[in-house]
């Protein structure tokens, strides 16, 4: 099979990307051809496909989903297409959303477009248990309409019926997965568990949102990325797919868990005003996924949050390469100094 990433330059498609060329994945037949197209966005980085980079499989073309005549062409050379390619950080698509609506809608519409135009073609969106919205109690099944809170899960929400439109209008094979929030190596540290481990390692406090209450499943990348292959390999055309991690935890608890494997104490921590529309809780029942296609995640959080630590600190250069501002930084000006 041949096979187009896109995004696989950020954290989860280079993962995705680095296990699919692995000898010994257990899931199906090694892909005869992986081709990367990414933008190299602040949040890409080629570095993150070096260990597989001589891989005589590998293609890498820089370039934009939004570019119709790349896509056109790329498409046309693959078998199957699955997308990561997203602006995925929710506090920039609060502070401004029109990149979100344009790379995580368009983007995806013209991807599907030219899958359309070359007949027979697998497109799985990667989608996110964020467009389900916030839950008190209990976990979203499939079945739940969508109720997205900020602009970024309102443009994957997006995305996901415009991927169901296709598969209803024009027969398309799409498959679509909604995780629960990731974590592992080469995240970019924007995000909670980075941006906190960064932050740590650095000596400086961490900016928790509002009481900290707000409860979140996290989900380890390999996890993800192994359900992710089980959908392209036996998922079927038209289906949605949650995919959980098994673990709950609140923010507070996320932060103990950090400050004790960096070394520091709650006094590293400083509450600042919530995010805007911060939904309280997500959880996604993971039940079809499970009974069809035999998933569950491996990986204890327990051990994959102290490798994450470990990764960054010993990764010291990849996370220090230039980034654009952080769009939210309510720290109060004392910490910054
Ligand atoms: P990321 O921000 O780390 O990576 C996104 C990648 O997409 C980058 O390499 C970037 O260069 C590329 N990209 C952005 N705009 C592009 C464009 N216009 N054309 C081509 N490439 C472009 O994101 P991630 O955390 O790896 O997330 C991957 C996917 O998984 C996204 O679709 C996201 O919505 C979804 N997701 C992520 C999480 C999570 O916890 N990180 C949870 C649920 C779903």
Redesign the pocket.
Known sequence: MRILV??G?????SHFVRSLLAPGEDTAAPPALVTV?????Y??DRANLTPVAHDPRLAFVQG???DEGLVDRLVAGHDAVVH?????HVDRSIAAGRAFVA?NVL?PQTLLEAAVRHGPRTFVQ???DEVYGTIPAGSWTEEQPLAPSSPYAAS?AGADLMALAYHRTHGLDVRITR?S??YGPR??PE?VIPRFITRLLDGRKVPLYGDGRHVRDWLHVEDHCRAVRLVLDRGRPGEIYNVGGGLELSNRGLTRRLLELCGADWDSVEQVADRKGHDARYSVDWTKIRTELGYSPRRSFTEGLAETVAWYRENRSWWERPSPPEPHLSLSAPERN
């Open positions: 896109t995004g330059a950020g954290f989860i498609g197209l990414d933008a190299l966005t949040a890409g934009d989903i939004l990561f390619a997203a602006e995925s790379t983007g990667v989608s996110t994957k995780c929030n990731n995240q970019f995000k």
